[in-house]
């Protein structure tokens, strides 16, 4: 049985806007959009996860009386907000995570999602430019809003 601050590697089963149901040793593990990012990078799961996908959660709870059980991704990592690691003019090396072909953080066009660190995703509007996932680029911030804990990004270059 799970237990609240267990990592488990978990196979995406179904995608809702809301969040991802998730299966690990025939357990059901709910991940909902709060925990997983610290940037607010997607208005909808379908453009963070696909059913097959495997992810790494931390359980947060488990309520053994009712069968439900929770994780989350970003509550593995520490806040980048509180450290101010999201600043203008900040360059991260950025893993590619996936393709998105109508990202709303880009107004409808196509997007990247990006891994700017480990629990934060941010949304790389594709500006005419083609990148696989899993492949490296640099990524500026240009913008930052504190209070909605969101950032605007472009591509500097991918890297080899």
Not at 85 to 97: A, L
Request: proline share 4%; hydrophobic share 45%; with cysteine.
């Amino acid at each position: 049985m799970l237990v609240s601050g267990d990592i488990v590697t978990v196979e995406v089963q179904a995608v809702r806007v809301f969040g991802m149901f998730c299966m690990y040793d025939r357990q059901e593990i709910q991940v909902l959009i709060p925990e997983i990012s610290w940037i607010a990078s997607f208005n909808s799961c379908e453009q963070f996860a696909s059913v097959g996908d495997l992810l790494q959660v931390e359980i947060i709870h488990v309520d053994a009386a009712g069968g439900r059980i929770a994780g989350t991704i970003k509550g593995m990592y520490a806040d980048p907000w509180e450290s101010n690691q999201f600043e203008v003019g900040t360059v991260f090396s950025s893993k590619v995570i996936r393709r998105v072909d109508q990202a709303d953080r880009c107004d409808g066009r196509p997007g990247y999602l990006v891994e700017l660190m480990p629990g934060a995703y941010a949304m790389l509007c594709s500006q005419n430019i083609s990148l696989t996932p899993g492949e490296r680029c640099s990524v500026i911030v240009n913008a930052v809003n504190r209070r909605q804990h969101a950032v605007r990004i472009s591509l500097l270059s991918a890297e080899p």
